[in-house]
């Protein structure tokens, strides 16, 4: 439970919020490469509660500026794609990417006037199909080197939903292990969205014949601790698989609005959604999967993406349609009925509580543990950036980015073996560290 005042520091994110300050110390994504084709149109985007148009001038490196001139007020994103930058089709003023106004068709030859306007500009960063922008004030921070976003386009998958829902909210469904008994759990076995885990924690290849959903449906009740990290916190749950021995599941909230867990890429790879607000209401959950040895299998997830999301990035099942849930269904397929897609359970779970959720009326349990230490660390780092400090996981350094510490995974190990030795041995075995070097 949190008071309505802290409750409104970490939902409220537009420009002068102390949340908003706190987000905006961090790069964003904004938009998928796929979004923004070289010579294609500019694209209008909130983000922030800002609007905003996003282009690419005619080097194809990609600009963010306020979406009104700053002329009259007019839609840049309208605008002309020439000579360097964005032109805007009200009186012909020229940006380029950094803001500059080069020109200004309509004054009389000599003038300056064109050298006084600046027009808002965010500095942009492409990197693993994504096009992220910094918002912050001051030296932009060197752009975390995230294995999910490293890895080349065979290795990777990316993609982006629509939430009616603060970006709060849906990232903490992701920091829940309890709810994989419950709101995803099949039925009918689909090993299309519930791989198998890893069996032993020695780098082994091993694949159990039990898959991660089976694991969830039988143990509802896992053990789940929690451990504070500089990147933000790790996470265990673990359950009982039976004959099979202990199913252990790590998965890490990420400092401010992202999450890393097991699942999506294959065996050796992991998931991450990125809680991104367009304001208060709404976010864009960016969805980034890849896994470290084995192409991801792209057709396949690119098909479910087809079947389950339109072009504008909006799930077919949504509150207008009940999320189409099926009751027959609830019966014999799934628990949740409606269909095999993560995202739209998902959607279903964090929309629910509102647009904003009143977090003075939950009562968070023992399940929560991660949850509740999440919003404390926010709360922290909202205080440390209004009163100068440096927001937690910026990097800075060379040092500060080597984060070979951080990632997801899951596997069974045998009973009654120590599971924090097993995991350690496990993040060893594929070249991680246990802390930053």
């Known amino acids: 439970m949190l008071t309505k005042e802290n409750n409104d520091l970490l939902t409220q994110t537009g420009p002068g919020t102390p949340g908003g300050d706190l987000l905006r110390r961090y790069w964003q994504p904004v938009a998928l490469s796929q979004e923004l084709a070289m010579g294609g ?15 690419r001038d005619d080097s194809g490196a990609p600009g963010l500026l306020g979406i009104h001139c700053a002329h009259r007020g007019a839609d840049l994103s309208y605008g002309r794609l020439e000579d360097g ?25 000599g003038s300056t006037f064109h050298e006084r306007i600046r027009q808002k500009a965010y500095p942009c960063f492409e990197k693993g199909g ?36 603060n970006y709060l909210q849906g ?32 780098g082994s290849n091993t694949i159990s014949q ?34 099979e021995g202990t199913y252990l599941r790590i998965s890490n909230f990420i400092y401010p609005n992202l999450a890393a867990f097991p699942g999506g890429g294959g065996n050796d790879g992991y998931s991450v959604n990125w809680h991104v607000p367009i304001d208060d209401t709404t976010h864009w959950k960016f969805s980034m999967t890849f ?32 999320y189409k849930q099926d009751r027959d269904e609830m019966k014999t397929k799934t628990w949740l009925g409606i269909g095999t897609f993560f995202p739209a359970h998902d959607a279903l779970a964090t929309e629910g509580p509102g647009a904003i959720q009143d977090r003075t009326q939950e009562h968070t349990s023992s399940t929560d543990k991660a949850i509740v230490m999440q919003r404390l660390l926010l709360l922290k780092a909202v205080n440390d950036v209004q009163n100068g400090r440096e927001a937690p996981h910026v990097v800075r350094t060379s040092a500060q980015n080597d984060l070979g510490h951080l990632g997801a995974a899951d596997m069974i190990i045998p009973s009654g073996e120590n599971w924090r030795e097993a995991w350690q041995r496990a993040f060893r075995s594929i ?7």
């Open 41 to 55: 149109a500019p694209v209008p985007v909130r983000i922030l509660s800002e609007d905003l148009v996003l282009f």
């Open 85 to 109: 930058g964005l032109r805007c089709i009200y009186h012909g003023w020229l940006y380029d990417k950094s803001g500059r106004c080069l020109e200004q068709p309509g004054e009389p030859a």
């Open 130 to 165: 994504v096009i992220f922008t910094y918002m912050g004030q001051g030296e932009r921070p060197i752009f975390p080197a995230y294995e999910f976003v490293q890895e080349d386009e065979s290795k990777r998958y990316v993609d982006k939903y629509f939430h009616d829902c």
């Open 171 to 202: 990232n903490e469904g992701n920091i829940d292990p309890g709810h994989l008994s419950f709101l995803h759990r099949f039925f009918r076995e689909d090993l299309t969205f519930s791989r198998p885990p890893q069996v032993g924690a020695n």
């Open 210 to 243: 039990t898959s991660s959903n089976a694991l969830y449906g039988r143990d509802l009740a896992p053990d789940i601790e929690i451990e504070e990290t500089d990147f933000g916190v790790r996470i265990f749950s673990v359950r009982d698989a039976g004959q």
């Open 291 to 322: 896994s470290r040895t084995a192409p991801t299998p792209r057709e396949r997830i690119q098909e479910q993406h087809n079947v389950n999301v339109g072009p504008d990035f909006h799930l077919y099942r949504g509150k207008a349609n009940r």
């Open 431 to 437: 070249g991680k560290t246990l802390t930053r070097a």
